[in-house]
């Protein structure tokens, strides 16, 4: 199985100031149609899990504009410009490149 | 799109059954392919079975292949999950997705104990 590796796992944040969490996949996950298959998500704390961003760049529906995402190949990143209350919580980058689809282990968002 | 409905979840004993249900409305099911993911209490998430869109292919995590069974009703806009021989690590709130989107419901929950 592919695995995903997030850092850092925990991440302590200043309201205002920007974060990232980085994303490796232990295989390339391009597809031969040219789509890398990387997708984030956030679940606050007890709620259920929301996709954020779809092929490596793609924001959902809704999705504040301070968040993005970034990478290629096996390297990935999401980067929020400027860190709300609302954004704590536990992101996953997830792959859906390899059957079967794997999450990474989560990285916890929390103010400092 | 209306945010899907998963039900079927419960308590019950290991080597026992059950069979999830999800009824999605908003979308024509039969475009996507659609699967199922799971949350064990305080754990990640782990995408455990999918399907096309025609039921002709199936994939499922190892932990589970020959103990589930994905399946879809396309008329009825509805996904199912039948789960046999349940052990104590199927424990774990339930949710559907079609394609990557999971997991916009509230999920239900399967507990798996004596």
């Known amino acids: 199985d592919v695995v995903m590796t997030q850092s850092p796992l925990s991440l302590p944040v200043t309201l205002g100031q920007p974060a990232s969490i980085s994303c490796r996949s232990s295989e390339s996950l391009v597809f031969s149609d040219g789509n890398t298959y990387l997708n984030w998500f956030h679940q606050r704390p007890g709620q259920s899990p929301r996709r954020l961003i779809y092929?490596?760049?793609n924001r959902d529906s809704g999705v504040p504009d301070r968040f993005s995402g970034s990478g290629s190949g096996t390297d990935f990143t999401l980067k929020i410009s400027r860190v709300e209350a609302e954004d704590v919580g536990i992101y996953y980058c997830m792959q859906s490149r390899h059957w079967p689809w794997t999450f990474g282990q989560g990285t916890k968002v929390e103010i400092k | 799109e209306v945010q899907p409905v998963e039900s079927g979840g419960g308590l019950v004993q290991p080597g026992g059954s059950l069979r999830l249900s999800c009824a999605a409305s908003g979308f024509m099911f039969s475009s996507y392919w659609m699967s199922w993911v799971r949350q064990a209490p305080g754990k990640g998430l782990e995408w455990v079975a999918i399907?096309?869109?025609?039921?002709?292919?199936?994939y499922y995590v190892d932990s589970v292949k020959g103990r589930f069974t994905i399946s879809s009703d396309n008329a009825k806009n509805s996904l199912y999950l039948q789960m046999n021989s349940l052990r104590a690590e199927d424990t774990a709130v339930y949710y559907c997705a079609r394609g990557t989107n999971c997991c916009r419901g509230q999920g239900t929950l399967v507990t798996v104990s004596s």
């Open positions: 399907t096309n869109q025609d039921g002709s292919e199936t």
């Open positions: 092929r490596v760049s």
